[in-house]
């Protein structure tokens, strides 16, 4: 027992040390001239909403848009998702603007800075189900399913960060005329 207490203690006292030690090397650091730290990099202060507090939030700044009748808002983890029911007359250019205009007013906010904005008439009635489903207080594996869903209609597939393997342009110039090709286009450079 007195060995476990003195290994204890032991591995407390290494540990304040090991802080100490970062602490000292964060102080160093903030000194230097050439670092900026910043210590507060969203200053816009989250008020503490419960996710339906949020969602009608959202809701509400929505329908301050001009063009927008009326507005339903999901807030469920990291998903945002707000449906905006506009004039179904306006054309589709216009659609775009008002959902546009919406995204601009949301991002400010610190809970619609993610928000997905649908505006056609199927989705907006799925956002409303979907919140009476959570109303009911459905299981929430069900209501994220459903709302990934909807998120994935909306949004475009496939990961950002995918880059093209290679110039199929590139690939089809035979290699005595690439070296030409290169030259060309290094003497061009040099000119501009």
Avoid: F, W
């Avoid at 995918?162 to 342009?169: A, L, V």
Wanted: proline share 4%; charged share 30%; with cysteine.
């Amino acid at each position: 027992m007195k060995k476990l207490l003195l290994s204890t203690t032991l591995l407390l006292l290494a540990a304040c040390q090991q802080n100490g030690g970062e602490e000292s090397l964060l102080q160093e650091r903030q000194n230097d001239p050439k670092l900026k730290y910043v210590t507060d990099s969203d200053p816009v202060e989250k008020k503490d909403m419960s996710n339906q507090q949020a969602a009608r939030h959202l809701a509400k700044l929505a329908v301050q848009v001009p063009d927008v009748h009326d507005a339903t808002a999901i807030v469920l983890g990291q998903y945002v998702v707000v449906g905006i029911d506009v004039d179904k007359d306006l054309d589709r250019s216009r659609v775009g603007v008002v959902k546009y205009s919406v995204g601009e007013a949301l991002k400010h906010d610190p809970y619609g800075k993610q928000a997905t904005v649908v505006a056609d008439a199927d989705g907006v009635e799925r956002l409303r189900g979907l919140g009476q489903k959570i109303s009911e207080g459905h299981p929430v594996e069900a209501v994220t399913d459903e709302l990934s869903q909807i998120v994935s209609r909306y949004m475009p597939g496939g990961s950002v960060e995918e880059q093209p393997n290679s110039n199929k342009n590139q690939d089809s110039v035979p290699k005595e005329d690439k070296e030409e090709l290169e030259k060309i286009e290094k003497d061009q450079s040099k000119q501009e």
